[in-house]
């Protein structure tokens, strides 16, 4: 089995448009919520959500291209190019045709389906754009990634709600660690905000009519957010022979699925996917520092996931430095497991570990240390990142500080 | 629609709602049963409250619905929204509660 690297990052969040914004804002617990766009003419029960600010495509995509793909696509490639870039990589002949894409979605292009739906059923038209099919599709973004940079090697999309982009890592890991190829392009990409989508959410009451407090006793639900985040993927081999700095190492992946219920969470099946990830690592419970937790800011998750810890980490869970960065950057769904284990492997490379912000009451049900507000200095070695979906999908991605 | 604020006749068509909802025979839901009993969940709650929005043209907030535990809470919480709602007849129809 060979050592898998991350050699580039690229980022694009409510929190900034490129990776140095993002970490810039994490390590200032800085909050990327605001009035959703337009959001008055939707007649929602709540009005925030962690918005791409300003972006306008145009500015990345002649206009031609820009039209051939729908927004959450066009973050998938902004931030690829930058994962792309800061890795220094070559694309050569024999490296673009072994090369992978694995990437994750939750709900594809919403805003390219929504406005099919609008004319439709709301203006009565009789046709619908003729690319609206393969802009919604949950694969535009790794197919437009392949495209931009002509990589004709095994390329893919999972769909497992929000554990999506933490299921691809996971899927990129363990094709360059087998040695199937040399690199690997993956993340999660998705920008959820259409009028259909926000009523979706506003139904199942789990977003908070204020802002996102992870863990905290007065948190009341989570905040949509959208984004990418991006990351090349390296054998340690490949990348110390082109000599690549590293930016740090994966070197777990577990999954799990509850098997219990559609919605609520159960602690026994996260905790199961954090044992996996840490005996694929080789690492014993104590030697992990930092935990990026899926800390949605829903009553239960919170709850079950600090359960989840305890029974992971045992005593351990006590002495671990735990934040949810999603009060900051909101749950960018498909894209939360790459969003947040950008955060971690930042946070190992730092030696800065984001706090929870919006924290203002500590919760008896979650015991731990979540970081409270300010972001703290600490060099873990190990580092973890969970993403728990509904429909009781779990991934938990582990990551090394170099 | 139902403005009809008869407690038995209210009481009824929301246990029937209940009932229809969660799939099971309309007797075996009564006034005195809590959601545990009939084995209703969160999300079961959230499915049952939408039901009963259309059915009586009301808005439940979140809030409100996190506290409901029982049929009983559902049919008092439901008689006091329609009462709110032909309160404020002139109103427009969606009160929804001040963010942040």
Avoid at chain 2, 53 to 65: C, G, H, K, L, Q
Wanted: glycine share 8%; aromatic share 6%.
């Amino acid at each position: 089995m060979r050592r898998v690297v991350v050699t580039g990052i690229g980022v694009i969040s409510a929190l900034g448009k490129n990776r140095e914004s993002f970490q810039t804002a994490l390590q200032e617990g800085r909050c990327g919520i605001g009035p959703i766009q337009d959001v008055d003419k939707f007649d929602l029960r709540f009005r925030n959500g962690a918005e791409v600010k300003c972006f306008d495509p145009f500015t990345y995509f002649e206009p031609k291209a820009a039209d051939m793909i729908d927004r959450f696509a066009q973050f998938a490639v902004v931030a690829a190019r930058e994962a792309v870039s800061q890795s220094g990589i070559e694309w050569t002949e024999e490296l673009r045709e072994t090369s992978a894409i694995v990437t994750g979605s939750c709900v594809g292009g919403q805003a390219t389906e929504n406005q099919g739906f609008w004319d439709v059923y709301k203006l009565g038209k009789t046709r619908v754009h003729p690319m609206t099919i393969p802009k919604t599709m949950a694969n535009a973004g790794a197919s437009a990634i392949s495209l931009e940079f002509g990589i004709t090697g095994p390329a893919f999309t999972i769909s497992t709600a929000c554990s999506s982009s933490a299921h691809a890592i996971g899927q990129a890991f363990w094709m360059v660690r087998s040695g199937m190829c040399d690199a690997a392009l993956t993340g999660g990409s998705e920008a959820p905000f259409s009028h259909g989508i926000l009523k979706a959410w506003e139904a199942m009451r789990v977003i908070s009519p204020g802002l996102c407090r992870p863990f905290s006793k007065d948190r009341n639900g989570m905040i949509l957010g959208e984004g990418a985040a991006m990351m090349v993927l390296e054998s340690f081999d490949h990348a110390i022979a082109r000599g690549a700095a590293p930016m740090a190492e994966i070197v777990g992946f577990g999954m799990s699925s509850d098997a219990h219920h559609v919605t609520q969470p159960s602690a026994e099946g996260a905790a199961k996917a954090v044992r996996v990830a840490l005996q694929c690592a080789g690492i014993a419970p104590e030697q992990v520092g930092y935990v990026n937790a899926h800390g949605t800011g829903t009553t239960v998750n919170d709850i079950t996931e600090t359960t989840a810890l305890h029974l992971a980490f045992g005593d351990h869970a006590k002495r671990l430095a735990i934040s949810s960065t999603k009060a900051m950057h909101g749950h960018t769904l498909g894209a939360a497991g790459a969003i947040e284990s950008a955060a971690a492997i930042l946070a190992l490379s730092s030696g800065i570990l984001p706090p929870t912000i919006n924290f203002s009451e500590c919760d008896p049900e979650c015991d731990l240390d979540y970081i409270p507000n300010c972001p703290r200095k600490s060099d873990p070695e190990f580092a973890i990142s969970n993403s728990f979906a509904f429909g009781g999908l779990n991934a938990v991605l582990v990551w090394r500080r170099i | 629609m139902a403005d009809d604020l008869n407690q038995e006749e209210l009481t009824g068509r929301i246990l029937r709602i209940i009932a229809e909802t969660q799939r099971k025979e309309p007797a075996q839901v009564t006034i005195d049963n809590s959601f545990e009993e009939l084995g209703i969940d969160s999300m079961d709650g959230v499915n049952i409250v939408f039901a009963l929005e259309n059915e009586f043209d009301i808005n439940v907030p979140d809030e409100e619905v996190k506290n409901i535990r029982s049929v009983r809470d559902m049919v008092e919480g439901v008689r006091t929204l329609i009462q709110q709602r032909n309160l404020k007849t002139d109103a427009p129809s969606d009160p929804a509660p001040a963010a942040s």
